[in-house]
């Protein structure tokens, strides 16, 4: 029973980010796009929750694949509308749930740090960069057919690299400032090139690796 009660505490957390994703297009049917920023969002804390807990590789790569096919299936039939109702044509929620368990699968049982750096920085930064990026007039360019604003790729690196900051803080793995900047700054790049929202599996993954290399 003791085990049980971290996977209860993980399953609330999700159980109130899509609650609160559900309340938000319930009460305003016209922020799609916000309702799925939020799932994208409050996906992140997740992993160093799991992290505090202890929650074992075997359990974490198991719970993380189950939803991964779970997303896959409901890209397929659209029953929970919330996923993937927005105006474009995108894989990111599958490629997020691809890499979460790439990630865990290699490194959660020696690096957890480099899991959290990776998801974290494509949960806040990408996250916050498209919301913020909408909200405020600033030069835009298209790469691959993907609007990209001035304002949203400084919040995608501003975020990153504060989020990495306070990853090494708290793992006290001692990455240089720079190195966290060069980090941030190449999260930002490849968060650049995302068609289909194929940026959910190259940001997590290149932040990650990076994090392991320099470890």
Not at 47 to 64: D, M, Q, R, T
Request: positive net charge; glycine residues 6%.
């Amino acid at each position: 029973m003791k085990n049980l009660y971290p996977l209860l505490i993980i399953a609330g957390w999700i159980i109130l980010i899509l609650y609160s994703a559900f309340s938000i297009k319930k009460f305003n049917p016209d922020s799609k796009e916000l309702s799925r920023k939020i799932v994208h969002i409050g996906t992140g804390p997740i992993l160093p929750l799991a992290w505090w807990l202890n929650i074992s590789s075997e359990v974490a790569i198991l719970f993380s694949s189950l939803i991964t096919i779970s997303l896959w299936i409901n890209y397929q039939i659209n029953w929970i509308k919330t996923f993937e109702n927005i105006q474009r044509k995108t894989y990111g929620t599958i490629s997020y749930g691809l890499s979460i368990t790439i990630l865990l699968f290699l490194f959660w049982s020696n690096n957890p740090p480099a899991v959290c750096a990776g998801v974290l920085v494509m949960a806040f930064g990408d996250g916050l960069a498209g919301l913020i990026g909408k909200q405020y007039n600033s030069p835009v360019w298209t790469i691959f057919q993907q609007k990209k604003s001035l304002i949203g790729t400084l919040t995608m690196a501003l975020v990153s690299i504060f989020v990495l900051l306070i990853i090494n803080t708290f793992a006290a793995s001692n990455i240089q400032p720079l190195q966290i900047i060069a980090m941030g700054l190449i999260a930002c790049c490849l968060e650049q090139i995302g068609p289909y929202g194929i940026d959910n599996l190259t940001v997590p993954l290149g932040v990650a690796f990076l994090w392991a290399w320099i470890t």
